[in-house]
């Protein structure tokens, strides 16, 4: 017995570290796990208070400020969302977020790509995300127009088919290659690949149209 659990341990290791963007994928961490999210000072699967109440788990991520490791507000993931984002029609992520902490954030998203260096995009324009508020419903565009190179000399062409690592964090003003130090805590649940807005829109309706006719 233990020599057929020891090999599916191994494929499964295997498949989640060359596991590559599909659109419409979404993490929800109702597995118990970070789902290979890393990054902040401390990252836990919570087992309950997510955007649907009661069991529904999602990641809180906490930084403590200063310097060095935990210092920013920030998550990453170098497995299931790396790969070819344009080849799978992905064009914006959607997700839904949360402040926990006692201090206004303004999140992004980066993707980077370490072909030639360490190439880094990011949202051109921040999200506020307000603490004492509830669980928002947040939309990051991946698209060139809403995005700028704040490091290394990559196009934007050669990183969105060969994504190496995709990022949210906290980081205030102009586009920077580095996030802000915070004290901070944030909520991240539900992250999913969708397509451009009116593809998303029409598929929306069509979800509605199909609800109304059952």
């Known amino acids: 017995m233990f020599k057929p659990v020891v090999a599916v341990f191994l494929f499964a290791l295997a498949t989640g570290a060359s596991a590559q963007i599909v659109l419409g994928q979404v993490d ?8 290979f999210w890393t990054g902040g000072g401390n990252i836990i699967n919570q087992p309950t208070g997510g955007p649907a109440g ?15 490791g935990g210092s920013r507000l920030a998550m990453f993931n170098n497995t299931q969302w790396s790969g070819d ?4 029609g992905v ?4 997700l839904h977020m949360r402040n926990l902490g006692q201090t206004d954030l303004q999140m992004r998203i980066v993707l980077f790509d370490f072909t030639n260096g360490d190439t880094r995009w990011t949202s051109t324009v921040a999200q ?14 991946v698209l060139e127009a809403d995005l700028t190179r704040a ?7 050669d990183l969105i088919v060969d994504v190496d690592r995709m990022m949210f964090r906290h980081q205030a003003n102009a586009p920077a290659a580095e996030g802000d130090p915070i004290v901070a805590t944030a909520g991240f649940d539900n992250i999913r690949a969708v397509p451009e807005p009116a593809t998303f ?12 006719r059952k």
């Open 151 to 157: 490091q290394g000399s990559e196009s934007y062409a």
């Open 128 to 141: 506020p995300l307000l603490t004492g508020g509830g669980w928002q419903s947040m939309v990051f565009s």
């Open 201 to 212: 829109v029409a598929l929306g309706l069509g979800a509605l149209l199909l609800r109304r």
């Open 28 to 35: 929800t961490f109702q597995d118990g796990t970070a789902q």
């Open 54 to 68: 009661a069991g529904d788990r999602f990641l809180s991520v906490e930084s403590f400020g200063g310097v060095g």
């Open 85 to 88: 984002f344009q080849g799978a």
């Open 91 to 94: 064009t914006a992520v959607s």
